[in-house]
């Protein structure tokens, strides 16, 4: 996984478009609480890929389509 200073932000934007696509999602939690279940977190200059969230229950298939959307984002 490479350092692109705009993967963040790409990642954020797909981010929205899985809340967006989910609709029970839009009414069980806001866009930005949703965004930051997911924070880009750094180990040794390399993205780390996000953990289930534990504060909110996120299921299978939306986490799953989170995985993909970071792996898109930072490779």
């Known amino acids: 996984m490479k350092n692109d200073p705009l993967g963040p932000m790409l990642f954020e934007m797909r981010l929205e478009e899985i809340h967006r696509a989910d609709a029970g999602l839009r009414y069980e939690i806001s866009i930005r609480d949703f965004i930051s279940l997911f924070p880009v977190k750094y180990k040794n200059g390399v993205p780390v ?14 986490f799953l389509k989170v995985l993909v959307a970071f792996q898109q984002c930072f490779t």
Do not use: I, L, T
């Not at 890929?49 to 939306?62: I, S, T």
């Open 49 to 62: 890929k996000p953990d289930h969230p534990a504060a909110f229950g996120v299921d299978r298939e939306v």
